[in-house]
């Protein structure tokens, strides 16, 4: 009964209390296989959370346990791009803590990315929404079959598609995304893409990568830790971890 009592404390705090009232009751819907929208302080518009999906664990993630706190020292973005940005919610949070900002979110999975397109509609034209993967450079990709399964729709990992096969998504690098964009530079780059980041940091990553001032990502394992930390060797940041997260933040002069 102390933790349940905890944790409702823990998310009054964070999602405020009238929002935390309404998402108890929403929770729920939820319970009963309905689907909802959820409330946060940190979020400017309601958010869509699926039934008997991750959602409601990525929600927790994102706007009770505050998962991008490590960026409270930003105070100004312009241009934030989201790799793996699943159904929107850390886009909706970065968009709503930095009010002036661009934002460029990548999904691949056409079912988490109609959500996200749903849940940053709020935010107009700030907000570009992109059915793709996140790769080195344009390809075809196929979807893992074992991350298919309902309950992982936030651990969706693809491969490059085979001689013969047909893709399921087509995939775009960073430096596309950037040109696209019209800005110089990359105030945030977060990447989450469920160990993607290997074939992102491998290659044709040079044209782009110190034009990114603040980097947050999720490394999956020891290769793609690895590989990630040779690309970023020698660049000006002050790495740390928070959580799962490795923080590159710009190096104060």
């Keep these: 009964m102390y933790q349940k009592v905890v944790d409702y404390i823990n998310s009054t705090r964070q999602v405020g209390f009238f929002n935390a009232v309404l998402n108890k ?11 909802v929208f959820l409330r946060s302080k940190y979020a400017k518009s309601p958010v869509w959370c699926r039934a008997n999906t991750s959602d ?14 490590c960026l409270d020292q930003i105070k100004e973005a312009d241009l934030i791009i989201d790799c793996g940005a699943n159904v929107g919610y850390a886009s909706a949070y970065f968009l709503s803590r930095f009010p002036s900002a661009t934002l460029f979110a990548i999904e691949p999975d056409p079912e988490n990315f109609g959500a996200l397109k749903d849940n940053l509609r709020a935010y107009g034209k700030r907000a570009t929404c992109l059915c793709l993967g996140i790769w080195s450079r344009s390809t075809g990709l196929k979807f893992s079959r074992d991350s298919l399964g309902k309950g992982q729709e936030w651990a969706r990992t693809v491969r490059e598609v085979r001689e013969g096969e047909a893709a399921d998504v087509n995939a775009i690098d960073i430096g ?3 040109a696209q964009s019209g800005i110089k530079r990359i105030s945030i780059l977060k990447i989450d893409i469920e160990g993607s980041e290997i074939a992102v940091f491998s290659s044709n990553y040079q044209s782009w990568i110190d034009k990114v001032d603040n980097l947050v990502i999720e490394l999956h394992g020891a290769e793609c830790a690895r590989v990630f930390h040779e690309a970023i060797a020698g660049l000006a940041f002050e790495i740390s971890t928070c959580d799962e997260l490795t923080v590159c933040l710009k190096r104060k002069s």
């Design 176 to 178: 596309s995304i950037l």
């Design 56 to 69: 409601v664990h990525v929600f927790g993630q994102i706007f009770q346990a505050r998962e991008y706190r």
């Design 25 to 35: 009751a929403q929770r729920a819907r939820l319970c009963r296989g309905r689907s």
